[in-house]
């Protein structure tokens, strides 16, 4: 009995689907030139707001961890008598990436 009402609801959802399905067709048949108009005329737009928006975030959230780290390893240093490099230098390449990627990051995707 459970099996035939499963089968019931899911024949239900794929007519409900089939039904609401709409086609989506380029209007002259050229699918590949529409995509390639729509990103020429998106790419300067994506180009500002990841270099407006997107590299400081990251920059600011990487600016955080990196000083939370190296306060957390040098109170580790004071706890234990060792410190601990290797999580603040990864932070610190990371940062440094991301403060020099809007210069050639550009390049490389071909914008």
């Avoid at 994506?46 to 407006?52: E, L």
């Avoid at 990251?58 to 000083?67: E, N, P, R, S």
Wanted: charged share 15%; glycine share 6%; proline share 4%.
């Amino acid at each position: 009995m459970q099996r035939k009402r499963l089968f019931c609801c899911m024949m239900a959802v794929f007519i409900l689907a089939c039904l609401l399905a709409i086609p989506a067709l380029a209007a002259s048949g050229d699918v590949s030139g529409a995509i390639e108009e729509t990103w020429r005329a998106a790419s300067a737009q994506i180009k500002t707001v990841v270099d407006n928006v997107v590299f400081p975030a990251l920059d600011m959230i990487l600016v955080i961890a990196f000083f939370m780290k190296t306060g957390a390893a040098y109170f580790d240093y004071r706890k234990h008598g060792q410190f601990e490099w290797t999580a603040p230098a990864i932070l610190l390449a990371c940062l440094i990436f991301t403060l020099t990627a809007p210069s050639y990051i550009w390049g490389i995707v071909g914008m």
